[in-house]
């Protein structure tokens, strides 16, 4: 399977780093992209240095074939001395965990309705939530049930959707941060204490503006997954373009 890589031109960072800081965009099952864009920023970090802090911005699963793949992918990462590793959650995981912990939070059906039955039938389809629970494995629910909902370097804010504009750090929605949409995009202006937020959740073209990047590229519909690499004063994008491992289709992001 051929996939491209393509790094951008370094520009000015839109909040300095004094590390190397990586984010990973919207995965989606496609496991064959994330093992190879791994691989990739292995070699960046090789040159750029460390310490570094590489982090997953959520929606490792569903919408593709090799969701524990993904998984494990993230929790191995790009391992190696001074390098930290930090995985988000997604509005997916928690979709996926209330479904199969059986919190009940959302309604019925709307897991598997957004791409959650393409995990069901990488599991086998099991007939119960006991053994859909042990195909997917009790280790990898319970460091999903782990998973931060955001991330702090400096200046820099990661989290999965967005935040909720007006509404200090500190007092931000849990269920904000990895659903919202509209109000976060929408808004044009700065972010409490001066971050810039960098987040997937809305699928689309890259954006990059004064105090916020969105990398979300859409990688189950469009095959391109996306990275934003910051070092020092600089930023760049590294992109890698291959086949999804299944066909786009609705639902909520």
């Not at 389809?125 to 042990?134: H, Y």
């Not at 909902?149 to 200090?168: K, N, T, W, Y």
């Not at 990688?219 to 760049?236: C, H, P, Q």
């Amino acid at each position: 399977m051929s996939i491209t890589l393509t790094r951008s031109e370094w520009q000015k960072a839109v909040r300095p780093a004094d590390r190397t800081v990586i984010a990973i965009g919207d995965v989606h099952g496609q496991a064959h992209l994330l093992e190879a864009l791994h691989a990739a920023l292995r070699d960046d970090i090789d040159r750029l240095g460390v310490p570094a802090t590489v982090i997953h911005l959520g929606d490792l699963v569903d919408r593709g074939t090799r969701n524990r793949d993904c998984v494990d992918l993230a929790r191995a990462g790009l391992a190696g001395d001074g390098i930290e590793l930090v995985t988000l959650r997604g509005n997916h995981e928690d979709m996926l965990l209330d479904t199969l912990l059986e919190r009940r939070v959302y309604g019925s059906g709307v897991w598997e309705w957004n791409g959650g039955a393409l995990v069901r039938a990488e599991l086998g389809a099991p007939g119960s939530l006991a053994e859909l629970r042990w195909a997917f494995g009790h280790d990898r629910l319970a460091w999903l049930a782990r998973l931060p909902r955001s991330h702090r370097v400096g200046e820099l804010l990661f989290v999965h959707a967005g935040i909720r504009p007006g509404v200090p750090l500190a007092r931000q929605r849990p269920e904000d941060l990895i659903w919202i949409r509209e109000e976060f995009l929408s808004h044009e202006g700065e972010w409490p204490e001066n971050v810039a937020v960098v987040h997937g959740h809305t699928p689309g073209p890259l954006e990059v503006g004064p105090h916020r990047i969105g990398i979300d590229t859409g990688a189950y519909a469009t095959g391109v997954l996306t990275a934003v690499e910051f070092a020092g004063e600089r930023m760049r994008f590294v992109s890698l373009e291959g086949t999804p491992d299944t066909e786009a289709f609705g639902g909520i992001g």
